[in-house]
């Protein structure tokens, strides 16, 4: 038995990997859990295991949501320039759809006025 002051202190903010919890949660929280999962390996120092595991759940059309968490590693995708199969297609058409939207919506300080008079 195991002296219980010697262990490290659980972080509930940061649950342990448990395949118990996975094999019984909804596909909404599978694509969070999933994300997290590889946003962390590649903050861990692993983006080769990021870059697999994406690839693999890119074969499924239920992991596409979650752009929010894996938007970080684009930028690291992009400078190991290995980027996850299906990823780099899905990013450019993303970012590519999001200028257009912020090209076709007028600034407020670029608001085009008509000849005053006076």
């Known amino acids: 038995m195991t002296d219980p002051s010697t262990e490290a202190p659980h972080n509930p903010a940061i649950p342990p990997f448990n395949p118990t919890s996975i094999l019984h949660s909804s596909h909404e929280k599978l694509q969070y859990i999933f994300s997290n999962l ?12 990021a870059t697999r595991f994406l690839s693999k759940l890119n074969g499924y059309d239920y992991f596409h949501s979650q752009t929010t968490v894996l938007r ?3 930028l690291l995708w992009s400078t ?26 007028p600034q407020d300080g670029n608001k085009k006025s008509g000849p005053t008079t006076n």
């Open 72 to 74: 970080p590693l684009w």
């Open 38 to 49: 590889i946003q962390q390996f590649a903050i861990l120092g692993y983006p080769d295991v």
């Open 80 to 105: 190991l320039d290995y980027w996850p199969s299906g990823e780099k297609p899905r990013v450019v058409a993303e970012i590519t759809k999001k200028r257009a939207a912020a090209e076709s919506k």
